[in-house]
């Protein structure tokens, strides 16, 4: 069975900094797709940027760029020039042909001003 | 369209009780997931259909549990016999076709059995 691992439950940052945000994912497949969703406090869940396997470039999205390390199944989140409103819960989920998206624990990210 | 839309926001009820939930997916979505969050964890996979098929359903689900999807549109989550450990808040997302597609998610709908 697939799993999403992300070992760092709590990070923080300075306003204007940079954060990475690590994930590991676990898998037989060769095609695949990653995901980082955001969660706000009491807001629904919204997508960041995703990735898909075979590509080997690595997504970005205005401040959020991915290192995806296929060979290594890690997938870390880079938010650059962090803002206020970056401050949220982020979930890395993982999905395959005909699955479900199955996602990690999540890690809260704290912005300081 | 509003995106994915969640009825109740909030419930409360004894243990016991039955509860039911509806989602209201973005209408050109032919698949439906149902998840549910505690506290501070990541969403696990409940349930999922396309279109009016209920394809998957998580080991989490129990007979307690019944999600239907009539007509292939809104979807109804039944929570039979409620528990304490059933508190939680319970998700719905929407996706089209394609395994690379965004899901959309609703609010969610939070449930506290006391």
């Known amino acids: 069975a697939q799993t999403v691992t992300q070992s760092q439950p709590e990070m923080s940052v300075q306003e204007a900094e940079t954060v990475t945000l690590s994930c590991t994912y676990d898998?037989?497949?060769?095609?695949?797709?990653l995901f980082w969703y955001k969660q706000p406090p009491s807001r629904q869940m919204i997508l960041v940027i995703r990735?898909?396997?075979?590509?080997?470039q690595n997504a970005t999205e205005n401040r959020f760029s991915v290192n995806f390390q296929k060979a290594a199944k890690s997938f870390s989140l880079k938010i650059s020039d962090s803002q206020l409103g970056d401050a949220a819960m982020y979930f890395c989920?993982?999905?395959?042909?005909?699955?479900?998206?199955?996602f990690g624990p999540g890690t809260r990210l704290s912005v300081l001003p | 369209d509003t995106g994915v839309s969640q009825d109740p926001r909030h419930k409360i009820t004894k243990r016991g009780q039955n509860v039911t939930f509806r989602c209201d997916p973005i209408?050109?979505?032919?698949?439906l997931y149902w998840y549910r969050q505690t506290l501070g964890q990541g969403p696990e996979f409940l349930t999922y259909?396309?279109?009016?098929?209920?394809?998957?359903k998580s080991r989490l689900l129990s007979d307690r549990f019944s999600a239907e999807r009539p007509k292939g549109s809104f979807s109804t989550l039944e929570i039979q016999r409620t528990e304490q450990g059933d508190s939680a808040m319970y998700l719905c997302?929407?996706?089209?076709?394609?395994?690379?597609?965004?899901?959309?998610f609703g609010q969610g709908t939070r449930l506290t059995v006391v």
């Open positions: 997302a929407s996706t089209g076709t394609g395994f690379g597609t965004e899901a959309f």
């Open positions: 898998t037989s497949e060769s095609d695949y797709y």
């Open positions: 990735q898909e396997a075979y590509k080997q």
């Open positions: 989920a993982y999905r395959t042909y005909g699955q479900n998206f199955v």
């Open positions: 209408s050109e979505h032919n698949r």
């Open positions: 259909f396309q279109n009016e098929a209920q394809l998957e």
